[in-house]
């Protein structure tokens, strides 16, 4: 086990919060609103590193623009804040650069699934071994309360004040369809099992895909006359259905409706990395040197 680690777990004071070695606490306070469901994404992202007991040196974290796009700025990981939909092809070079890192993005469903929805499918579609988490609030929270790819029909946003009319992605199926072999999905209020997937999916391969729903406790829920933050997440919570292995086909999310939670996808295949290193092995035998033990790639 690293030094790091182990400092993280003795070097506690007893006043301070569980999580606060894995946070950069000198820019503290945030910025999320308060009920904001990113927080405690966050938390159990947190937990899940310390109960996995994984080395923080070889984790890194990117993310894109937007409220979950803080992330990464907060975490005391070595981090990469990216451009607005860029934080993919960003994990990418990284994991390829540094194959023996744990690349972690974490960001929005405007940042990954909007602005960056090309390349989600592609990051699915090659296998990249790159854990992806996505917060979905719904709505382009940020930059003014915009209608965003997870909007549901009949939400309103700033740009749709009379309410959605497009038809949302259902992500956790746009991720199991492009060949993802790990997906999931909770809310930010299924604490003990968002902690419990996280920590299951920093232990596989391949492009692990996991869906949080954090309804936008600002705009949205004022745009949409829901209440208060609490009362949409516990609508939320309470309205979740918990089914694993079920058909994410039918996983859509209506407009205060039915949330299909779990684990739905998990399943072992090679990732592009291992796809790679198979094919130069057998067109180019012994001329192919994959890497140095440090990381980073020989050319001979």
């Not at 990954?112 to 996505?134: E, F, K, Q």
């Not at 003990?192 to 996991?210: C, D, P, Q, S, V």
């Amino acid at each position: 086990m690293s030094t790091v680690v182990e400092d993280l777990h003795t070097d506690v004071d007893a006043n301070e919060h569980p999580i606060a070695p894995f946070l950069r606490m000198d820019r503290m306070p945030h910025i999320w609103c308060p009920t904001c469901g990113i927080g405690t994404v966050v938390k159990c992202f947190a937990s899940a590193l310390e109960q996995t007991r994984v080395d923080l040196d070889k984790v890194s974290i990117v993310s894109g623009i937007g409220c979950t796009g803080r992330v990464a700025g907060y975490m005391k990981l070595d981090a990469f804040h990216a451009t607005h939909g860029r934080a993919i092809p960003f994990a990418t070079g990284l994991k390829l650069g540094r194959p023996e890192l744990l690349v972690t993005v974490f960001s929005g469903d405007g940042d990954l699934s909007g602005i960056g929805g090309n390349h989600l499918i592609h990051a699915a579609r090659r296998n990249l071994d790159i854990l992806c988490v996505l917060v979905n609030n719904f709505i382009y929270g940020m930059t003014g309360g915009q209608n965003a790819p997870t909007t549901p029909v009949g939400a309103r946003s700033s740009t749709m004040p009379f309410g959605n009319f497009e038809h949302p992605f259902n992500l956790v199926h746009l991720a199991a369809s492009c060949g993802a072999p790990y997906v999931a999905r909770w809310t930010s209020l299924h604490i003990r099992r968002l902690t419990k997937t996280f920590a299951e999916a920093l232990n596989r391969k391949g492009f692990r895909f996991i869906e949080v729903i954090a309804p936008c406790s600002t705009l949205y829920a004022r745009l949409n006359k829901l209440g208060s933050g609490l009362d949409l997440m516990r609508f939320y919570h309470d309205n979740a259905e918990i089914r694993h292995g079920a058909d994410t086909r039918d996983a859509a999310i209506d407009f205060q409706g039915r949330i299909l939670c779990g684990k739905f996808v998990d399943v072992e295949k090679p990732t592009f990395t291992d796809l790679m290193h198979e094919h130069y092995e057998k067109t180019l035998g012994d001329r192919y040197v994959p890497m140095k033990p440090e990381g980073g790639w020989i050319h001979e």
